[in-house]
Nanobody
Framework: QVQLVESGGGLVQAGGSLRLSCAAS????????MGWFRQAPGKEREFVAA????????DYADSVKGRFTISRDNAKSTVYLQMNSLKLEDTAVYFC???????????????WGKGTLVTVSS
């Protein structure tokens, strides 16, 4: 069992930056692929970024490529999402998720955090 707790959300002006963190419990964190997803008001949850167990490969939604960076520190059982050049449309609840696979294989994640709210203002 893996428990995930997100932090780092908040209010930021358009063009600004935030870094989200996701702390995981459990000894198997380092063997799992990790991902970030988001859900904007009135919309379905969508994929943002994913990273393999080693951090050697990453994947991004087209809408965040070049602006967001996912990374992980297995020694700290933590995954990060660095968000730069934030836009109004990035406003959403951001969720961390873990997949019982060393590489990301789609949005069917096995464990989810409760989310952290990111609000981008003009």
């Amino acid at each position: 069992q893996v428990q995930l707790v997100e932090s780092g959300g908040g209010l930021v002006q358009a063009g600004g930056s935030l870094r989200l963190s996701c702390a995981a419990s459990g000894r198997t964190f380092s063997s799992y692929a990790m991902g970030w997803f988001r859900q904007a008001p009135g919309k379905e949850r969508e994929f943002v970024a994913a990273i393999t167990w080693s951090g050697g490969a990453t994947d991004y939604a087209d809408s965040v490529k070049g602006r967001f960076t996912i990374s992980r520190d297995n020694a700290k059982s933590t995954v990060y999402l660095q968000m730069n050049s934030l836009k109004l449309e990035d406003t959403a609840v951001y969720f961390c998720a873990a997949q019982r696979s060393p590489v990301y294989s789609g949005p069917n994640m096995d464990y989810w955090g409760k989310g952290t709210l990111v609000t981008v203002s003009s």
